[in-house]
């Protein structure tokens, strides 16, 4: 993800527990893809927590312990969580539902002072990572302040070949992430990595 939104222009902070590991991480994407000076700057989790917008992109497990560590400094931010409950159920994949319905809501819960937003949910990582061949696919943002979402929503639509949709408040996080493992189910069968379009609506995505 970080490359996308590099890929705009804009200048993103790589966090990681360990500043090391995200100097390697930048080093990485500069090697994939070179000539493109994409403005990525490695950082430990606290540098990237100071920018001024935060999507945090651990895996489920390890969301609270990371963004409770920061509450402070997310605190008036946007701050957006992409994670997905989901667990291997003998071959399958099949979502889980944490004590507040959705991971979302577990982030909203313990940062009260930060603007949460959920996005990014069903988007297929490798395809996702490719500058050369952008995505083309709906990403449904759900968010209860309602102007974090239409930021979100701004931003979003500057990626090549996304569209964000306003998929209303916190309460729908429950679905979008529960869908994450129907659609990972979706590419297992048809070896493929389908994304969302949503169909019916002004291609701007407005009402
Ligand atoms: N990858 C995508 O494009 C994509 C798309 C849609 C949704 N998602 C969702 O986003 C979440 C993250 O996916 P991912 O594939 O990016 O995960 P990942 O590669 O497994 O993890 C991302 C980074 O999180 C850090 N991390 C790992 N375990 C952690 C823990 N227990 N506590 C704190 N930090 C930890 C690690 O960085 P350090 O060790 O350097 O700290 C790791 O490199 C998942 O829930 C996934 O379903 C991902």
Same mark, same amino acid.
């Given at each position: 993800?970080?490359?996308?939104?590099?890929?705009?222009?804009?200048?993103?902070?790589?966090?990681?527990?360990?500043?090391?590991?995200?100097?390697?991480?930048?080093?990485?994407?500069?090697?994939?893809?070179?000539?493109?000076?994409?403005?990525?700057?490695?950082?430990?989790?606290?540098?990237?927590?100071?920018?001024?917008?935060?999507?945090?992109?651990?895996?489920?497990?390890?969301?609270?312990?990371?963004?409770?560590?920061?509450?402070?400094?997310? #605190? $008036?931010?946007? /701050?957006? %969580?992409?994670?997905?409950?989901?667990? *291997?159920?003998?071959?399958?994949?099949?979502?889980? !539902? =944490?004590?507040?319905?959705?991971?979302?809501?577990?982030?909203?819960?313990?940062?009260?002072?930060?603007?949460?937003?959920?996005?990014?949910?069903?988007?297929?990582?490798?395809?996702?990572?490719?500058?050369?061949?952008?995505?083309? #696919? $709906?990403?449904? /943002?759900? %968010?209860?302040?309602?102007?974090?979402? *239409?930021?979100?929503?701004?931003?979003?639509?500057? !990626? =090549?070949?996304?569209?964000?949709?306003?998929?209303?408040?916190?309460?729908?996080?429950?679905?979008?992430?529960?869908?994450?493992?129907?659609?990972?189910?979706?590419?297992?069968?048809?070896?493929?990595?389908?994304?969302?379009?949503?169909?019916?609506?002004?291609?701007?995505?407005?009402?």
């Amino acid at each position: 993800m970080s490359v996308q939104f590099a890929g705009i222009g804009t200048e993103v902070v790589v966090g990681s527990r360990s500043a090391e590991r995200a100097a390697d991480t930048v080093k990485e994407l500069h090697e994939t893809w070179p000539g493109r000076n994409l403005p990525l700057v490695p950082g430990d989790n606290d540098t990237a927590a100071a920018a001024d917008l935060v999507i945090v992109a651990t895996p489920w497990e390890g969301i609270l312990t990371t963004v409770s560590a920061l509450r402070k400094t997310l #605190a $008036d931010k946007v /701050v957006v %969580s992409m994670a997905n409950a989901l667990t *291997r159920w003998g071959k399958d994949m099949v979502p889980l !539902l =944490p004590p507040t319905g959705s991971i979302t809501v577990a982030v909203a819960r313990a940062l009260p002072e930060s603007r949460v937003v959920g996005a990014f949910h069903h988007l297929p990582a490798g395809p996702w990572a490719d500058l050369d061949h952008p995505l083309d #696919a $709906d990403v449904m /943002v759900c %968010s209860d302040d309602r102007s974090a979402a *239409r930021e979100m929503i701004a931003l979003i639509d500057q !990626l =090549p070949g996304l569209r964000g949709i306003d998929a209303g408040g916190l309460a729908s996080a429950l679905a979008i992430e529960a869908l994450t493992p129907a659609l990972l189910e979706v590419n297992r069968r048809y070896k493929t990595h389908a994304a969302l379009r949503l169909t019916g609506l002004d291609p701007s995505g407005q009402q």
